[in-house]
C-alpha cells in the first residue's frame, strides 16, 4: 500500500545525463530549424516544403524541449537519491581499498 502512494518517474530509463544528451541536441535542432526561417524571411522568397517542414520541426523541437523540462522537474529528486547512492558507493569502495 505504501508503494502506490510513492510518485512514479515519468521516464524510468532517462538518467541526468541522457537528458543533458536529449535536451543540448533538441535545442541544436531548434535553433538552427529557427535560422532557416528567419533565413527565408529575411530573403523574402516564397515559402516551400521546406520552410513549412522547418516550421513543424521547430514547433515539434520545442514542444519536447518543454516536455524535458517538465520531466526535469518531476524526475530531479530521483536523479539526486541514484547520484548520492553512486557516491556511497564510490566512497565505500575507496575506503575498502
Request: net charge neutral; glycine share 8%; charged share 25%.
Amino acid at each position: 500500500m505504501a508503494e502506490d502512494d510513492l510518485p512514479k518517474r515519468l521516464q524510468p530509463r532517462m538518467t541526468r545525463g541522457g537528458f543533458r544528451t536529449q535536451f543540448v541536441l533538441w535545442s541544436i535542432m531548434a535553433v538552427l530549424q529557427l535560422a532557416r526561417l528567419v533565413g527565408s524571411l529575411v530573403v523574402g522568397t516564397a515559402w516551400d516544403l521546406g520552410d513549412y517542414l522547418s516550421l513543424a520541426m521547430l514547433i515539434l523541437a520545442a514542444g519536447y524541449l518543454v516536455y524535458l523540462l517538465h520531466v526535469r522537474r518531476h524526475d530531479g529528486r530521483f536523479w539526486q537519491e541514484e547520484e548520492a547512492l553512486r557516491e556511497e558507493e564510490w566512497d565505500r569502495r575507496g575506503r575498502a581499498l
